[in-house]
């Protein structure tokens, strides 16, 4: 007669048993997976962890030859759920079936709870009157474990159907739409187009962005700037008031004119308190360690590591809101026996008081991502402590005081005796003047700017003027920071599933770099998708969606209606596509073909493309005036190959970037011979 805890991941198991356990915790293997024996309260509690999700769901076997099956067969068909961790369903299934009680004890989300009612489901079918409750934590810390161990609740079902409503249409959606799209462009086995529900109105805002820059049209503009001096001998920086003069011969003859002296006209400094930023929400926090470096999937994986030792809270999370049961002073207090940040602790907890910031944001199944143990940095690893290091310091600017900053503004009029005017400058700066919160949490801080203390009336002599020619830059592509924001402005997929998403589009070559930069390809199926399945990129249908589902979740939704609403959706998108077969297999075909151009060919000026070799089966770039010109080169067998439109400094070929999921991506020279990789070798 025994406990059973089921938890989401293995080293989550043992770090339960750990904390709960009386005494020593034996491991045993059943089935090859570890089972954590120990007692609690006398008690004999077996635990074992998973790998996520043991089911999938799929379509039943006969539906999956692609060419024998029409998509639009697959939108009624009824969804199977197929075991994926065999050896741990049957470790559950030997473990239950003396068990007496079951503890779910999986991440407290859609997700997580989906996991935990798949287990107990395969549970039941050899112990099906045991008792089954829920572990409701938010961070694998022994006073978070002890507490939601000592109150169990019931299982959350409705959170557990809107996770597996999720599931069903994305399936229902990715794969038939996948299987339309490629079947329409002959792009099968490993060269098929995936589409999804999320995944494709996402890479629609990236392609619109990008046809915005394309077709954006610089225009040249003119600024005019002067150096000024003080009677102190002082120099400055001051420019005209006009930012932007669109005819060069009207700043010319400013700049030309410009007199010698200029008066003060006003000189301001006003100060403002700048508040403290808000707890991290999972998309505040991404879109924060990409602006340092970071990959948005790379920072999630680091911070479900860090969450799994008991660093950090659970990181997937839209409260912005500190609840009143968490100890703030409690926390501060274990802060400071980390080595690097201890003493920035002390300094918040030597406050008369603490007064967290809000955001506007406020849940309750977990609190905003805050520290949860204290580490030193040569315990982790340099990424995993530049992301617990940036949990920590957010954690303590949003208990900090407001920063004080000074802002200052002087205007200058400058007498131009030859045009019978004078003409206006000016200089602005800020600088801090209580770091406040800045102390701890630097991130993005802008450096001071200073600028001299002058008075109305005081006179500066020109000592030179400057006329800088400009032109306006097209709209900024998006970072992958900036996307999360936009997706969640847009209702675009949830916190658990936005970085994935973006990595999708990456591994389907949809994109590269960041600022992200689509590919020929992934403007050939957006823009196909757009014009040909308009609803599948617009960020509305699967918002609404969303929606749908929380309602799930609040009791107020059945999943098998929310289901049919996006089956009869996608029945009439499916309609069109197959209606539209040969203009989608033409315009995939065409985005395909761009795809293949690298450059121009430095010999004859045609076009060099990607060509795969009959004989070989191998990849190479070749001209397209061949046989009339047989300019060449090798190409990585592996990975890829994306054209970035730029040549080699040193040689003038083509340069490319190679993309592979076993290496960084690198930007590699087409020539073999070039000079500058000679260079390199020899350094």
């Known amino acids: 007669m025994i406990k059973l805890i089921v938890s989401e991941k293995d080293n989550a198991a043992k770090r339960i048993s750990?904390?709960?356990a009386d005494g020593k915790v034996t491991v045993k293997k059943s089935y090859g997976v570890p089972v954590y024996i120990f007692q609690n309260k006398q008690e004999d509690v077996h635990c074992v962890g998973l790998k996520g999700h043991i089911l999938k769901v799929d379509f039943p076997e006969k539906y999956n030859n692609w060419q024998k099956v029409e998509p639009i067969e697959l939108i009624d068909v009824e969804i199977v759920k197929i075991p994926t961790q065999k050896s741990i369903i049957k470790t559950l299934q030997k473990e239950a079936k003396d068990a007496v009680q079951i503890v779910i004890a999986t991440d407290f989300d859609r997700e997580g709870e989906l996991i935990g009612v798949d287990a107990l489901n395969k549970i039941k079918e050899v112990n099906s009157r045991v008792e089954t409750k829920r572990a409701h934590f938010s961070a694998l810390t022994e006073d978070e474990i002890k507490k939601a161990f000592s109150n169990l609740e019931d299982i959350h079902v409705n959170l557990a159907k809107a996770g597996e409503t999720r599931q069903d249409i994305d399936l229902i959606w990715g794969a038939i739409l996948t299987r339309s799209i490629s079947l329409a462009a002959k792009r099968l086995g490993k060269q098929f187009l995936g589409v999804g529900r999320v995944q494709s109105p996402t890479l629609a805002i990236v392609v619109?962005?990008?046809?915005?820059?394309?077709?954006?049209?610089?225009?040249?503009?003119?600024?005019?700037?002067?150096?000024?001096?003080?009677?102190?001998?002082?120099?400055?920086?001051?420019?005209?008031k006009t930012d932007k003069f669109w005819e060069e011969k009207a700043a010319k003859k400013i700049v030309s004119n410009l007199g010698k002296i200029g008066l003060v006209t006003s000189s301001k400094r006003t100060k403002k308190m700048v508040s403290p930023p808000t707890p991290f929400s999972t998309t505040s926090f991404l879109a924060t360690a990409s602006s340092i470096g970071f990959s948005a999937s790379n920072a999630m994986r680091i911070a479900e590591g860090l969450y799994m030792e008991g660093l950090i809270s659970y990181p997937r999370v839209d409260n912005t809101v500190y609840p009143s049961s968490l100890n703030l002073r409690e926390i501060l207090v274990d802060l400071k026996k980390s080595k690097e940040l201890g003493n920035l602790a002390a300094l918040v907890l030597a406050q008369d008081k603490i007064v967290p910031t809000r955001g506007k944001k406020k849940t309750t199944d977990h609190p905003p991502i805050h520290p949860t143990g204290a580490a030193n940095e040569k315990d982790l690893k340099p990424q995993e402590w530049k992301i617990y290091e940036l949990v920590v310091r957010r954690f303590l600017a949003t208990l900090a005081p407001s920063a004080s900053m000074e802002s200052a503004r002087v205007d200058i009029n400058v007498e131009c005796p030859a045009l019978k005017r004078s003409e206006p400058f000016f200089l602005q700066g800020s600088r801090v003047v209580d770091e406040g919160w800045l102390k701890f949490y630097s991130y993005g801080r802008k450096k001071d700017e200073d600028i001299p203390n002058l008075n109305e009336d005081d006179i500066v002599s020109v000592k030179k003027s400057i006329l800088e020619s400009k032109e306006t830059q097209p709209p900024k592509r998006y970072g992958q920071g900036r996307l999360i924001q936009e997706m969640e402005k847009l209702g675009l997929g949830t916190k658990s599933t936005r970085h994935s998403i973006i990595q999708n589009l990456y591994f389907r070559g949809y994109v590269h770099s960041d600022p992200m930069i689509p590919t020929e390809l992934g403007i050939a199926v957006a823009e196909t998708l757009r014009k040909n399945a308009e609803a599948v990129t617009n960020p509305e249908l699967t918002a609404q969606l969303e929606k749908d589902m929380d309602l799930i979740t609040e009791g107020k939704a059945e999943k098998d209606s929310v289901v049919d609403i996006s089956r009869d959706m996608l029945r009439d998108i499916v309609k069109v596509l197959k209606e539209?077969?040969?203009?989608?297999?033409?315009?995939?075909?065409?985005?395909?073909?761009?795809?293949?151009?690298?450059?121009?060919?430095?010999?004859?000026?045609?076009?060099?493309?990607?060509?795969?070799?009959?004989?070989?089966?191998?990849?190479?770039?070749?001209?397209?005036?061949?046989?009339?010109?047989?300019?060449?080169?090798?190409?990585?067998?592996?990975?890829?190959?994306i054209p970035i439109n730029e040549t080699c400094e040193v040689c003038g070929a083509p340069k490319i970037k190679i993309v592979s999921r076993k290496k960084r991506p690198w930007i590699l020279c087409l020539n073999l011979d070039c000079p500058s990789k000679k260079t390199s070798a020899e350094s």
């Open 580 to 641: 539209r077969e040969a203009e989608v297999s033409q315009e995939i075909r065409n985005g395909i073909k761009e795809g293949k151009i690298v450059g121009k060919c430095p010999k004859c000026g045609n076009e060099l493309r990607i060509i795969r070799s009959k004989k070989t089966k191998k990849r190479f770039v070749g001209c397209a005036s061949y046989p009339d010109c047989k300019t060449t080169y090798s190409l990585p067998q592996f990975g890829d190959i």
């Open 208 to 240: 619109a962005r990008e046809k915005e820059r394309r077709a954006f049209i610089s225009k040249p503009y003119w600024q005019i700037k002067a150096l000024f001096g003080t009677e102190q001998g002082k120099e400055f920086l001051a420019q005209h």
């Open 18 to 20: 750990n904390i709960l």
